[in-house]
């Protein structure tokens, strides 16, 4: 009799260590009995500050030290760290998500048969850039978040799917806050969608509509901080 193997696919999470975006992914994913591994980059024992300053303080994912011991953790000192990349290769991962780390090189992702995926708080192609959530929201648009395959350019992957994000919009603070709590429930969506044997759609981003906004700057979000609620102005 010939035995059936059932070969089962391997998924992780790569993220800078203390990465509040990953963190808020792995809390959506423990409330809800999933457990992939973890990859932490470098050691990072503070705080954010970035994040803390652009959300007023107001954005507090779940600690790593409350992780469920059921996660499997592994930690590296960099993307480039030859025990990643040989780490990589004997795992044998399917899919990767990106929570929060440095440029994924064309040697990472190369060893991922799916691809790794990245939750952007943008509507692509439109809305390429870190500053995304601020130029949608100026522009008097949804906060769309897309989820994409990442590829060797800036936000250019194929396309899976996207959502609208019901942000807070009470202040600047609360919109910058609640933007990853809310993409969090978006990945674990798509995530229970690829462990049920679904295949993830590939949609070719469109670059002829493709638009590049560069980092808004901070006078740009101060002057945002202070006139919150008035007419919107670039």
Known sequence: MIQVVRLVKKICLIMNDNSYCGREYISA?????????????GVNDSFDELEDKRCGGLW??????????????SRFNS?????????????????GIQGG????????????????LNFHPGDLPFYR??????????HGNKIISS?????????????????ILNVDTLSYFSFRASI????SEFVLSVIKRWLTGEDLARKPQDESLAIYNKYIGDNAIDKMIKNWGKPKEL
């Open 29 to 41: 994913l423990q409330r809800n009995n999933i457990f992939i591994d973890i990859i932490l980059i």
């Open 60 to 73: 507090s994912p779940l600690e790593q030290s409350n992780y469920s011991s059921k996660f499997c953790i």
């Open 79 to 95: 993307l480039n760290d030859p025990l990643f990349i040989r780490h990589l290769i004997e795992a044998n991962y399917s899919l």
């Open 101 to 116: 780390t440095g440029i994924i090189n064309n040697n990472c992702l190369s060893k991922f048969s799916e691809g790794i």
């Open 129 to 138: 850039g870190c500053s995304a959530p601020e130029y949608q929201y100026l």
């Open 147 to 163: 989820c994409h395959f990442l590829s060797k350019g800036i936000d250019d992957g194929d396309l899976v799917d996207s959502k």
């Open 180 to 183: 990853y709590p809310m993409t």
